[in-house]
């Protein structure tokens, strides 16, 4: 797909096929992830990468909206430090949510569709992945070939309108 294809046709998508994401494939959408920017470059998240069907039916116990990572085909886990100050927590967070679409960008272009879901229970989190105390998970991204309609560009989406959105010079 060309950029513009894999912005119009990446939707969250919740019901997976049984077919496999290659190594390569979910190695290119790290990638992606690790390219993205942060502020000042400090790059404050790391990627849980999630394959093994056991731990990815743990992890859609996590958070009540999560349960379509239990049949993605690999789910990565954002994870960034425990913000020290108020600051941190923005930055962190916003930088995760550029390397998340980042992500899912990627594993548009390539077919692959992609789901959010956010992290309710840390401890679990922490059980689980052997996240360390200094650290908490942000999001969950569960990846893998879409069950129904493959990702291609939407013609309607369900947004506000462009021109209520954009505002020109001035508010
Ligand atoms: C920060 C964030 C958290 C989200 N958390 C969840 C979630 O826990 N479970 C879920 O099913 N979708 C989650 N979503 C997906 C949104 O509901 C979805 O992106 C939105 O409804 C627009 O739909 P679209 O992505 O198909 O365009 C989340 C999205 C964002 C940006």
């Not at 990572?69 to 995760?96: C, H, I, N, Q």
């Not at 390397?99 to 922490?126: C, F, N």
Request: hydrophobic residues 45%; charged residues 20%; aromatic residues 6%.
């Amino acid at each position: 797909m060309q950029t513009w294809e894999a912005i119009a046709a990446r939707r969250n998508v919740r019901e997976f096929s049984a077919r496999p994401v290659l190594p390569a494939e979910l190695d290119r959408i790290l990638e992606a992830g690790r390219r993205a920017p942060s502020a000042n470059n400090r790059q404050h998240r790391d990627f849980v990468l999630c394959t093994e069907r056991d731990q990815l039916q743990a992890l859609a116990q996590n958070w009540q909206w999560g349960r379509h990572v239990a049949g993605s085909a690999a789910t990565v886990v954002v994870v960034v430090p425990v913000p020290a100050t108020s600051r941190d927590a923005e930055l962190d967070m916003f930088d995760a949510g550029q390397a998340v679409m980042a992500m899912m960008l990627a594993a548009a272009d390539l077919g692959i569709g992609s789901g959010h879901a956010s992290v309710g229970d840390q401890a679990q989190l922490r059980r689980l992945l052997g996240v360390p105390e200094s650290h908490q998970g942000v999001c969950m991204v569960a990846l893998g070939y879409p069950a129904g309609q493959p990702l291609a560009p939407l013609k309607k989406v369900d947004r506000r309108p462009f021109a209520e959105v954009v505002h020109r010079g001035k508010w």
